[in-house]
């Protein structure tokens, strides 16, 4: 009887340790899920920022600037009036290009996407460099556009 009971008292804490085992294991994998939910709402985060960062340069956009009445909210324009900024390859391929037709617009003809737009039809504001590189900065990364970025020495430069 009393070898029965050793046994008894071995399963037992055999049994134990094993469940103390699992305990722990569920413990590391509810860490694991919070660290992955965190993982997965830092980009998140950072997209927020970067939405923010550009807030100035849509204020001018559909403000002070006024190139929303033309260009659209959407970035489309109206063709073969005004042309798109969003996805226009004219507007990405240059940014130096892109700062100086926002200060000064074009005097010849330009061929948008593949649409050609008289010069000397933009209506221009006086903008300060720092508004010129926000609202630049502003359509270089919206609706889709993955433009980079300008800094407001490039503005000055491009002013000179
Ligand atoms: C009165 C309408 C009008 C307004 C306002 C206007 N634009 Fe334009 N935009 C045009 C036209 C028309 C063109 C074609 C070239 C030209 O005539 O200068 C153009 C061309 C452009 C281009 C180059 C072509 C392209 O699509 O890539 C950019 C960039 C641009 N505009 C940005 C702006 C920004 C930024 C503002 C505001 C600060 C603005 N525009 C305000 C009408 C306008």
């Keep these: 009887m009393k070898k029965l009971s050793i046994l008894f008292t071995a399963l037992s804490l055999l049994f134990l340790m094993s469940c103390g085992g699992e305990g722990t294991k569920k413990a590391d994998d509810s860490t694991a899920v919070k660290e992955e939910a965190q993982e997965q709402a830092a980009p998140e985060a950072n997209d927020v920022a970067e939405a923010a960062d550009y807030s100035a340069g849509e204020a001018i956009y559909t403000g002070k600037g006024i190139c929303s009445t033309c260009h659209q909210l959407t970035g489309e324009g109206v063709a073969p009036a005004f042309p798109p900024l969003a996805n226009a390859d004219y507007l990405l ?8 037709q926002t200060i000064y617009g074009s005097k010849t003809p330009i061929t948008v996407n593949g649409v050609e737009y008289p010069g000397g039809a933009m209506t221009v504001v ?35």
Excluded at 93 to 100: G, Q, S, Y
Excluded at 127 to 136: G, I, N, R
């Design 93 to 100: 391929a240059d940014k130096t290009r892109a700062i100086k």
């Design 126 to 160: 006086d903008l300060t460099d720092q508004e010129v590189a926000d609202v630049v900065n502003y359509i270089l990364n919206s609706w889709g556009n993955n433009g980079g970025t300008v800094t407001v020495d490039d503005v000055k430069a491009a002013r000179e």
